[in-house]
């Protein structure tokens, strides 16, 4: 069903739906490569590199 499909969580769904903020860049951009982290305080977190300059990017997402 459709909603499958949504909630499926793949690299390959991530890589296109991941957008984060390069300081670099001081612009939106999408990340390459991402993958989700937990840190110490228990958030889920988004670790990748800018597509443009290929800065280091995270992404702080929400409690786990």
Do not use: Q, S
Not at 27 to 47: L, Q, S
């Amino acid at each position: 069903t459709l909603h499958d499909i949504t909630n499926l969580k793949t690299p390959k769904n991530m890589a296109a739906e991941v957008e984060g903020y390069c300081v670099k860049c001081k612009a939106k951009r999408m990340m390459k490569d991402p993958k989700e982290n937990i840190m110490a305080n228990g958030r889920r977190a988004m670790k990748g590199t800018c597509t443009k300059c290929g800065t280091g990017m995270f992404k702080i997402m929400g409690k786990a």
